[in-house]
């Protein structure tokens, strides 16, 4: 008899939540510019790390094709995907249910792809029904009875463009982190993952010039980039590469809409936010969806 969730896929959905908690935990870093977030909570999470990784170091190398795929990741996921999608939603002023939420639906199909290209993954035709399910079934999660607002001014454009590229970092990188993982242990990879990022957003800071807003962050501040460190930062990566080792590109990219079905239910418990018939239908939908797509990954990888 199947498990309800084998292991890897259980990592990848405590990570999704874990993920979900984050725009709670964010709210009060507001006033910081977001390259500056991302250089501190990459550096707390790497301060966190580095006796594992110096430990993992001694034991472990990474082939040419790993460093790339390393320097691959901590550009583009760790770095540049939150910028563009941040930007995204400043061009929209962060209206809510906008076109740069949809369009951040794209990142499984960029992962999916990616790891067909990359890692040679067959998809099967259950795969593709129970995937297709499952981004409908998040659709109608993250918009109430379905409508998007696509009323949110002249840099809608633009803003497009940007969430199209944040969901090809994210996406893509799934399956890069996945080949780097294939011969070196997550534990390496998280580490190596943190060192880089930091490096990147540390020059990012002074490229963009916000190198003042490096002593801008406040006591509290400071607390709170450690607490994502140890919760939704650098935690939840380290769980979430251990369960992408063991799990499927094209599984684990809709594993992890458990996401924002948490960060839906979030709002209501929290912040009393009335949710649409529909969301609470499609968030029956998309948990029914992502423990058939759990099964798929018992196949042998």
Known sequence: MKKILSYGPTLIVIAAVLWGLDGVLRRSLFSLPPITIVFYEHLIGLILILPALFAAAKKETLSRSGWLAILWVSMLSGMLGTLWFTTALLKVQFIPFSVVFLLQKLQPIFATLAGVVLLKEKISKEHFVWAGFALVAAYFV?????????ATGAQTGIAALFAVG?????????????????????????GLRFF??????LIGVFV???????????????????????STGMLALWIYYKGLKKTKVGVATI?????????VIIDLVLYKTTLATSQY??????????????QLNQDKI
């Open 196 to 201: 880089f990022t930091t490096l990147m957003s």
């Open 255 to 263: 594993l992890e809409l458990v996401f924002p079905l948490t960060a």
């Open 142 to 150: 993250t918009f109430p009875d379905g409508d998007v607002n696509f």
């Open 208 to 230: 963009l010039g916000q190198s003042a807003s490096l002593v801008l962050p406040t006591l509290s501040q400071f607390g709170r980039l450690i607490t994502i460190a140890l």
């Open 166 to 190: 944040a969901a090809f970092a994210w996406g893509s990188s799934t399956a890069v982190s996945r080949f780097a993982l294939k011969d070196n242990s997550d534990t390496y990879i998280t």
């Open 281 to 294: 239908l499609a968030a029956g939908a998309l948990l029914f969806s992502i423990w058939r797509m759990s």
